[in-house]
């Protein structure tokens, strides 16, 4: 009796999750590993669905999220004319890109930038640091990762420095990437000088079932003066600390540091996420004045853990397929989807010439084991693979 009513169970576990699977808008191959995990291992698929098989970030922020998507219009409508520029006056390969991502982002192509690409890990903290020294009016930032030790321990002073002097400074940690950080002394003397800190998607094991732990925010954003700004793949960690026991060398990252109007969008985009996780109101400051710094064009395309991984990946599948001579991909965890997969393997195929650099170590070993797993395919239609042996090659780029 015992027996059968488990058998029930099982089945209806089964069912019920093959049902869910089915039901939501997920791509074919998915669906597909998601229902062989759950009925050749019931226990384990049904158990591993319920953790991460969807996009939960619980009701009360996605309500916020809802809300929040009308004053988001409002404040993306405001943004000033002078500074926009019309996609038509690029190649035809980068309007469609742009047009995408303005039809995606609702954010448009703007101009007027001066960009500085900076390659390692002191010349970005230095920049940094000597942008915070000089601050007036405000200092936001926003990463994944905090660690103190080295370098970190210079920026967490000029932030002290810059909020003792009156100058607003914010800080946004992600619960799960700063961890160890929420521990430190240096969280400490950031409260007491007045920096004002957001902890992201707090970790709480007991909401597992209602809420992905997994999904967190892995942006890198730096903002100051509402004028300068640093994005790209480097958290706040000095490599000569971070991770050494991993045995993978020194974290390698790039950064680029931009003026102009950009940097009041990626920091109106980073109070976003502020707004969804205290539930206070999206209310950006007012630019300041957007007199061009340069003659480079930055268009934002946001991403975080409430957003649809679908549009980056449509905006990356639209560059590669626009790509006529070369593209060069950079990136740690190279695990493609069967699209991006077969956008690579259609630009090789029909003569463009695709780069992809990886680094021959990385920290996890599923992660090793899965992207090799593409290598031969990657190799037969004549895709070069480089391995960067200087360390941890943790930048993530695309060039088309």
């Known amino acids: ?87 038509s006056t690029l190649s ?15 954010l448009p192509l703007m101009g007027g930038h001066r960009l500085q690409l900076l390659t390692d890990s002191d010349s970005i903290m230095r920049a940094l640091i000597a942008d915070i020294d000089a601050a007036r009016s ?15 321990d210079e920026l967490v002073a000029a932030l002290v420095r810059a909020a003792r002097r009156g100058v607003p400074c914010s800080t946004l940690m992600d619960s799960l990437g700063s961890r160890p ?82 940097a009041w969008i990626l920091e109106a985009v980073s109070l976003s996420l502020t707004a969804l ?7 950006p400051p007012p630019p300041p004045d957007l007199a061009a710094a340069g003659d480079s064009h930055v268009q934002v395309f946001p991403s975080g853990p409430q957003a649809s991984t679908q549009q980056i990946e449509q905006l990356l599948v639209a560059a590669l397929y626009a790509a006529r001579r070369e593209i060069v991909l950079t990136t740690p ?21 695709v780069i992809l650099i990886v680094p021959a170590k990385i920290d996890s070993t599923l992660v090793r084991y899965a992207s090799n797993a593409y290598v031969d395919d990657l190799l037969a239609v004549g895709i070069t693979i480089l391995r960067f042996s200087d360390g941890l090659l943790h930048t993530k780029s695309m060039v088309v």
């Open 277 to 283: 996780q205290t539930g206070t109101a999206f209310a």
């Open 1 to 87: 009796m015992v027996v059968d009513l488990l058998t029930v169970l099982h089945l209806l576990a089964v069912l019920a999750v093959s049902l869910r699977i089915f039901s939501r808008r997920t791509s074919h191959g998915t669906a597909l590993a998601w229902l062989l995990l759950v009925i050749t291992l019931p226990a384990v698929g049904v158990l591993m669905y319920l953790l991460i098989g969807e996009r939960r970030l619980g009701k009360t922020w996605m309500d916020r999220a809802i809300a929040m998507q009308p004053q988001v219009l409002r404040w993306a409508q405001s943004i000033p004319a002078s500074t926009l520029v019309d996609p």
């Open 138 to 152: 405000s200092v936001h930032l926003e990463f994944y990762i905090w660690s103190a030790g080295g370098f970190v």
């Open 333 to 353: 965890y190279f695990i493609p989807s069967e699209t991006l997969l077969t956008a690579l393997r259609s630009a090789a195929l029909r003569g463009v010439r």
């Open 181 to 262: 950080f929420f521990k430190s002394e240096a969280l400490g003397r950031l409260r007491e000088a007045g920096v004002n800190i957001v902890e992201i998607l707090p970790v709480n094991p007991l909401r597992a079932l209602f809420i992905r732990l997994d999904l967190r925010d892995h942006r890198k954003i730096a903002v100051v003066d509402r004028r300068i700004a640093y994005t790209g793949s480097m958290n706040i960690a000095d490599p000569r600390f971070f991770k050494q026991d991993a045995g993978v060398g020194e974290w390698v990252d790039a950064m680029v540091r931009i003026e102009g109007p950009a």
């Open 92 to 106: 035809t390969g980068a309007e469609s890109v742009s047009r995408l991502a303005t039809g995606s982002a609702g």
